[in-house]
């Protein structure tokens, strides 16, 4: 659940007593966690769950999974096509979005027009945060030396500046963290968006409204 009063106004209705404390929403998600994992299921991450033969689990144990904004899937690098309103696209190194307006968005397929209202092209930057965010979300490690040498870098002189956020989380044991791995702990995996926030450039950058984390 988002809570974004500023964008949904109906979820103004909702006091904010209403609202589970953060301590509360890890419980919750903790107790549900085990309930499912008592059932046969496997917790693979970011509040998705599959039996040890799902294909998710399975590419998960074998290093091939992967998330995009849609979830978890085991097609990697696959490009994601936009229909309808606010529908949003992945094309290689792209991401665009459709209009929002249903009026306008049909004006615009009339007139011969895609009804894209905006987008990105990723720089080399953001593919290489792109690419470390979703090995932590998919494999919840990183191998520094890897890192290395698939993009050519010395990781810890890179990420010099996410460093003492990494080393707090460690010291909090959301993750361990030497010289060549990060690994994220059975506690880390439940603020993993949190983990993966190091890595993310653009959160100090401008004032966004995001949901909160817990």
């Not at 809570?3 to 979820?11: G, K, S, T, V």
């Not at 953001?126 to 890897?146: K, P, Q, V």
Request: proline share 6%; with cysteine.
């Amino acid at each position: 659940y988002a809570h974004l009063p500023e964008r949904f106004p109906p979820q103004k209705r909702i006091p904010d007593a209403d609202i589970p404390s953060p301590d509360t929403k890890l419980r919750i998600l903790a107790e549900s966690i085990a309930t499912l994992q008592q059932a046969g299921y496997l917790y693979i991450g970011m509040d998705h769950f599959a039996l040890p033969d799902d294909e998710l689990a399975i590419a998960q144990r074998e290093g091939s999974l992967y998330r995009n904004f849609q979830g978890y899937s085991t097609h990697a690098g696959t490009d994601l096509l936009a229909f309808g309103m606010s529908a949003i696209a992945m094309v290689g190194p792209t991401y665009s979005q459709n209009i929002k307006d249903l009026d306008t968005w049909g004006a615009t397929l009339e007139s011969g027009h895609l009804p894209v209202e905006r987008g990105l092209r990723l720089s080399d930057e953001d593919l290489l945060r792109r690419h470390i965010i979703t090995r932590l979300i998919c494999d919840f490690s990183l191998d520094f030396a890897a890192l290395n040498r698939q993009f050519g870098l010395d990781f810890r002189q890179h990420f010099a500046a996410s460093l003492p956020a990494l080393e707090a989380m460690a010291s909090d044991g959301l993750l361990h963290m030497d010289a060549h791995t990060l690994t994220v702990t059975p506690q880390g995996r439940l603020l993993i968006r949190h983990i993966c926030m190091a890595f993310d450039a653009y959160l100090a950058q401008k004032p966004v409204h995001y949901s909160r984390v817990i």
